[in-house]
């Protein structure tokens, strides 16, 4: 029997690490899979599946297809539908499930992993894009105090803020970078700055003596760079938000829990090879 396929699909997805993790977890847990890159053009991802579904039997799914992957979709989950975006498919039977996996990987590589606390802290989200937009359900699950979203676009993040409504026991606020408050426990920078080798323009205040996490990483998280030189208590990047987010899809589709310190080590080492 030939081994199951899964592929990442973007544009661009030439730098994917997906293959990477996913060959090691399935390495580790002894899954005979066969997982690659896609590039797909603007406007084919519905095409896309519709050849995939019946040869396939998993998708990730990269910038920038996330929404186009959520209209796709036969069903999704409730993370999916908070963040309007899938970043896993799984397919059974043809039938393609949208998941989003992107805010249970941030949320475990920050309390899992670098044991970082949310609960009842105040917490600062930088942009407001899709990035944020992903990860805001399972960052509210675990009951910051204070939410607060800031984006160079102010407009933004008013309406973000003003979509989560207010029946969760954590306060809700927004504003532009420029009013982001000095006194979050926890900063998080979701915002595409990093790609034009530019942390965002935030007041180096807001980021001294808090806890800083970078959603991007390699070359890119230049924030998380930036925070430590301003005098960050600790300053990650979002390698391991990558890999757990991996991990989740992994385990959706097959049904067992990989490992990921070890995997996060060696993508870690290729990650610094490479940029
Ligand atoms: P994604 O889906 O990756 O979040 P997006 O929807 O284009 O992409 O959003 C990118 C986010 O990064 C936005 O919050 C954007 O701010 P604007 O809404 O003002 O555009 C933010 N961003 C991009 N470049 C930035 C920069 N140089 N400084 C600050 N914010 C930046």
């Known amino acids: ?146 939410l607060w979203i800031a984006n160079r676009t102010r407009s933004r993040a008013d309406d973000l803020a003003a979509s989560l409504g207010s029946d969760s026991d954590t306060r809700i606020a927004s504003s532009g970078l420029e009013d982001a408050p000095a006194d979050a426990d926890l900063v998080i920078n979701a915002t595409a700055a990093g790609h034009d080798r530019r942390p965002p323009e935030v007041d180096p205040d807001v980021v001294r003596g808090s806890t800083c996490y970078d959603m991007n990483y390699g070359a890119a998280a230049t924030f998380m760079v930036w925070a430590q030189d301003e005098g960050a208590v600790s300053s990650v990047d979002g390698l391991g938000m990558l890999v757990e987010q991996a991990a989740c899809a992994f385990t959706l589709w097959r049904g067992v829990e990989p490992v990921t310190d070890p995997v996060l080590e060696e993508v870690r080492a290729l990650v610094e090879a490479r940029d």
């Open 1 to 146: 029997m030939n081994a199951d396929r899964y592929v990442v699909v973007g544009n661009p997805v030439a730098h994917s690490l997906s293959p990477e993790i996913h060959r090691r977890f399935a390495d580790q847990c002894k899954q005979e899979i066969v997982y690659e890159k896609q590039l797909i053009e603007p406007g084919k991802f519905g095409a896309f599946l519709e050849t995939f579904r019946t040869e396939g039997k998993g998708m990730n799914v990269t910038v920038p297809f996330k929404q186009d992957a959520f209209a796709a979709v036969d069903s999704h989950d409730e993370l999916a539908a908070a963040a309007g975006a899938v970043n896993t498919i799984d397919i059974r039977d043809g039938i393609a499930r949208g998941y989003n996996t992107d805010g249970i990987g941030l949320v475990r590589d920050l309390v899992r992993r670098h044991h970082i606390q949310i609960e009842r802290r105040k917490v600062l989200i930088i942009g407001a894009g899709g990035a944020t937009q992903g990860v805001l359900g399972p960052l509210l699950e675990n009951r910051p105090g204070e």
